[in-house]
């Protein structure tokens, strides 16, 4: 089992396939994908070795991120190859949706297990504005397909002052008929959105206590849950997620490693570099990338150093899948 020196234990690896992305998010990537660097990113059969490196190493899920991952033409290959990787329970994806409707389908064949959808506004011009992208109706259309498809569907929601701020009342009034789970994420300072940053965030914890306050009560989740805090009504369908990354504590209950598109591991979202394995991903032996994950495991520090606005190397999480 992956521990580090605080004995965190690490079921969870978030799987970056590409960085690349056709969104403009106004908190990540404002004036759109910009290439840094060669696209090399992770080919299928270095992506199949390192899920079967990791599943011996007690990882039981895989999410798969960007970028936008749905950008790559293999990704319902990807899904599979994960899927089959013995030891590994769930294969999840976070996505933009920008083409869900059109996706679903070849996902589920693959063997997803689970979808998690970004929509920061239920307003369509606000989610154009937040977005460059006049596409909310047809993203809402791929959730309503994923829920009826039996497809566990959370709805990712970055908390931003002007744009949804304390308002929450739109998402409520869709939970109550929706199952899904909605997870308000804190806003994150990193490399590129200082500015952005300082005018937008936000804290979750006044929405946790109107929640507590309107009878909504926390869901005790399994280990695989992570930082995030659930909450359920009796009187709503969905349920209601906080992420509070500048909490108290947030950290303790890290359970997740990453991996960048160019095959780098990342401690922490907010490393100052990542750690390459690329070298160890060129031969189907995968004692040797076991053995460098494990050594690199204990420059895993305790916790993030947001709270003094150290970002590190992280310009925006379109680098590393957030
Ligand atoms: N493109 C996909 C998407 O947007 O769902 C996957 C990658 S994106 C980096 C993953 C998640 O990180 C999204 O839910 C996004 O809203 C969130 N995110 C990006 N930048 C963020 C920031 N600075 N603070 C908090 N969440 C952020
Ligand atoms: Fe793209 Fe996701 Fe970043 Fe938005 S949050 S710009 S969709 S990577």
Avoid at 216 to 243: C, R, S, T
Wanted: charged content about 25%.
């Amino acid at each position: 089992m992956l521990t580090d020196n605080f004995g965190r234990k690490f079921y969870y690896l978030r799987l970056s396939i590409t960085d690349v992305c056709n969104f403009r998010c106004s908190y990540c990537l404002p004036n759109g994908y910009e290439c840094e660097h060669d696209r090399k990113f992770l080919t299928l059969p270095e992506i199949t070795r390192l899920a079967s490196a990791f599943s011996a190493m007690g990882t039981e899920k895989i999410r798969i991120t960007g970028g936008e991952p749905s950008l790559r033409k293999d990704l319902p290959e990807i899904i599979a190859a994960c899927k089959q990787t013995p030891g590994i329970k769930r294969v999840a994806i976070t996505s933009n949706g920008y083409k869900l409707p059109e996706h679903l389908s070849s996902w589920i064949d693959a063997g997803i297990d689970a979808i998690n959808i970004s929509i920061d506004s239920l307003d369509p011009r606000q989610f154009h504005a937040i977005t460059g992208h006049d596409k909310l109706q047809h993203i809402l259309k791929g959730v309503d397909m994923a829920v009826a498809a039996g497809i566990d569907v959370k709805i990712n929601t970055v908390l931003m002052r002007e744009y949804n701020g304390y308002d929450i009342a739109s998402y409520l009034a869709w939970l109550k008929d929706t199952p899904v789970t909605l997870r308000f994420i804190e806003l994150m300072q990193t490399g590129d959105n200082q500015e952005f940053f300082d005018a937008q965030h936000v804290q979750g914890s006044r929405i946790k206590q109107n929640l507590i306050l309107d009878g909504w009560l926390p869901v005790i989740n399994d280990k695989a849950a992570g930082p995030a805090q659930e909450f359920y009504h009796p009187d709503y369908v969905g349920k209601i997620g906080l992420i509070m990354p500048y909490s108290k504590d947030f950290c303790n209950s890290c359970n997740r490693l990453r991996v960048s598109s160019l095959g780098k591991l990342h401690l922490c979202l907010f490393t100052e570099a990542g750690l390459s394995l690329k070298d160890y991903l060129q031969t189907d032996d995968v004692e040797p990338l076991k053995s460098a994950i494990s050594a690199m495991m204990t420059d895993k520090k305790q916790t993030h150093f947001l709270h003094e606005k150290l970002t590190g190397a992280t310009k925006n999480l379109a680098m590393l899948g957030g």
